[in-house]
């Protein structure tokens, strides 16, 4: 069992950045792979960042290469979302998860958190 808490999320202009954490409980957490999605209203729930923990690969979506980043501590049991040059239509419920499979693009994970909000001003 894994659970799972995001925090920092919040208000800010177009351009700025942020960084959500995610905190994780359980044992394993080293041997899962975690991902990072989001939900905007009215649109469907989209796949951010994922990040394997056997290898360190990662994927991201288009919509963000290059201005996201995801990354982990293993010791601290935290993933982590530095997200940078935003834009207004980055503003969502971000949301952390985890799971045992292994291919980055599947979006089944297995544990999710509450989620936390990101807002864009333009």
């Known amino acids: 069992q894994v659970q799972l808490v995001e925090s920092g999320g919040g208000l800010v202009q177009a351009g700025g950045s942020l960084r959500l954490s995610c905190a994780a409980s359980?044992?394993?957490?080293?041997?899962?792979?975690m991902g990072w999605f989001r939900q905007a209203p009215g649109k469907e729930r989209e796949l951010v960042a994922s990040?394997?923990?056997?290898?360190?690969?990662?994927y991201y979506a288009d919509s963000v290469k290059g201005r996201f980043t995801i990354s982990r501590d293993n010791a601290k049991n935290t993933v982590y979302l530095q997200m940078n040059s935003l834009k207004p239509e980055d503003t969502a419920v971000y949301f952390c998860?985890?799971?045992?499979?292994?291919?980055?693009?599947?979006?089944?994970?297995?544990?999710w958190g509450q989620g936390t909000q990101v807002t864009v001003s333009s």
């Open positions: 998860a985890a799971k045992k499979g292994i291919i980055l693009t599947v979006e089944t994970y297995e544990y």
């Open positions: 359980g044992r394993t957490f080293s041997r899962y792979t």
């Open positions: 990040k394997r923990w056997s290898d360190g690969m990662t």
